[in-house]
Each structure stands twice: as C-alpha cells, then as structure tokens.
C-alpha cells in the first residue's frame, strides 16, 4: 500500500505535466474559468435564457468546426467554408422561388455544399494542388457564383417549419442546438470507430507512410473535404432557419470562428490527431466570449479581436504539437 500511494501520485504528476493532457482540457477548462468571471460580472449571463440563446446561437460555428475538423485532421485547411454557406443558403432560396417544395431545397443546400468539397477533394487528393490554394481558389469562387446567382439580394423563406429549427426546444434547449449535439455524435463515430476514420488520421499524420501501407490517400482527402462540405451545406440551412432569408454575402466570421474552434478543441495542425468534443466545446467557449463582452457593453468591433488573440494563443500552446 506504502508503494501504491507514490506511484500513483507520480502517475497523477505526470498527467498533469502532460502537454496531451493539458491540450484536452484546455477548451473545458477555459469554459468554466469564462462562465465564472462573466458569471460575476453580470448575473444575468448565467441565467438559464441567456444559456440556451447562447447555446443556440453556437449552432452554426459547432456544424461548420466539425467539418473544419475533418479537413485539419488531413493535415489541410478549407478557407472556402463559410462562402460555401453563402452559396448553400443561395441556392437553396433560388430553389425556393422555383416553387420547390421545403425539403428539396434542403437537399440542394446540403449537395451545393457537398459538391464544393468534392471539388475541393478532387484538385487536393487527385490533382495534388495544396489545400491552402485550391480552398483560396473555391473561396472567390463561390463568393462570386452566390452573388451572380442571386444579383446580392436576400430572398425570403417564410416557412414555419423551417424557423421551427431555431424557434422550437426540446427541455429548454433550442432543437437547432440538438442537431448540431446529434451530427457531432455521429461524426465521433465516424471518425473514431469506422476504418475511414482510422485511415483518415492516418493519412493525417503521414500521407507517405499511409500509402506505403497501401491506403487510398487521394480517396481519403477526396472523402474528407466531402464532409467538411456537407457540414457547410447543413450550415446554410441552419443559417436560413435561423434569419429567415437567403444570405448571399459571405460572413468571414463564420471560417474564423470555425478555424478557432477547432484550434481551442486540440485537434494538432499537423494532422492525425483529432477530437470531435474540443471543437464544440471551443465553438461554444467563443460563442459565451461573443456574447458576455456584449453583455458588458463592449463593442462588436473588438470581438474579432478577442478571438483573433485567443486563436494565437492556442496555437502557441500547441506549437510543435504533432
């Protein structure tokens, strides 16, 4: 018993001075420490409306950092996310004023979605072009097809069911928000308990090593990018639901928010470490940042300031981290 205690007090030590342990804590940790001090400085940012509105408004940023994740898991980036929203929520109100029925504008929204990753897959994993130019490429690209499309207009879909994914709750919580909680649960399956998901934290850690242990690489960035499409074709309709319109100018705040959260979460830049919690978690932790220096009476213009700080800063932390 005497040996017990030391080891095991050594073993807790060690876990502690441990950078894997600390990077997936981070996000949580930081969470609570947030909830804590806006806690106190307005009592009203804990209240149970101003959770589950904040809860609600970090649906967007948690669909569009779960698909970021699979594109850093890759070890790559997708700067044309949040344009793709834009499209997504264009065509599918272009769809909309055709006279399509509400379902099937969804599903275009989630395929224009699923088609730009495809694209973006393709020139990546097939072409071998990198992932920063052909994702800056489809960026200006897409910003330019949402606003030809729709001449810069909004269009108006005033569809209850619709609204209803931002209006309605389930025990208090917004249904938009348990969406996003029930696509993350699906996506830690995938990517953690399917041979995809090995395969692609494989091809993330070493693209070279993985063919040589002859995985389909191209296929795998191909399947990758797919997601983090799709993921940007459920934004749109989150989008729409949530303002009630088209939106074809391109928010950045979304791709940055998006990159952020999946920084905060611990998912390694370097590719092949990953984890589906840290970023909703960190998707959340920004969304609570937003919205308690609003609270405070701080201007929005400092917001993209104060992410932008604490984006380097988690990336600093995680310097080297491979």
């Known amino acids: 018993m005497a040996t017990d205690t030391p080891t095991r007090g050594r073993a807790v030590w060690q876990a502690l001075n441990s950078e894997e342990t600390w990077m997936k804590l981070a996000a949580p940790v930081a969470l609570v420490l947030l909830a804590v001090v806006f806690g106190s400085l307005n009592p009203r940012f804990l209240s149970w409306p101003s959770i589950t509105s904040m809860l609600a408004d970090s649906t967007i940023p948690i669909v569009l950092a779960l698909g970021a994740t699979f ?86 879909i005033p569809e209850r069911s619709l609204t209803a994914l931002s209006t309605l709750s389930l025990g208090g919580i917004r249904l938009n928000f348990l969406i996003a909680i029930a696509l993350a649960i699906v996506l830690h399956v995938v990517l953690f308990h399917t041979r995809f998901g090995t395969h692609l934290l494989a091809v ?29 074709g459920v934004g749109a309709i989150m989008l729409t639901s949530y303002i009630g319109s088209s939106q074809p100018a391109t928010n950045t705040d979304y791709l940055l928010k998006a990159i952020a959260a999946v920084v905060l979460g611990g998912v390694s830049l370097f590719g092949g470490r990953a984890t589906i919690y840290g970023p909703v978690i960190g998707a959340i932790l920004l969304t609570f940042l937003q919205s308690g220096l609003t609270l405070l009476g701080v201007s929005a213009f400092y917001s993209p300031l104060v992410i932008g700080i604490v984006v380097i800063a988690a990336a600093t932390l995680m310097r080297g981290r491979k």
């Open 71 to 156: 594109a850093v898991s890759l070890a790559g980036i997708d700067l044309s996310l949040a344009a793709t929203v834009a499209l997504g929520s264009v065509t599918m109100a272009t769809a909309y004023q055709s006279g399509m029925p509400l379902v099937v504008c969804c599903g275009i929204a989630l395929l224009t979605g699923l088609a730009i990753g495809t694209i973006n897959g393709s020139f990546i994993g097939w072409v071998r072009i990198p992932d920063f130019i052909v994702t800056l490429g489809t960026l200006s690209v897409v910003m330019g097809l949402s606003l030809v499309i729709s001449q810069g207009k909004p269009v108006q």
């Open 204 to 232: 993330g850690d070493n693209a070279d090593a993985a063919k040589a242990m002859g995985l389909k690489v191209a296929r795998v960035k191909l399947a990758g990018y797919m997601i983090c499409g799709a993921m940007a």
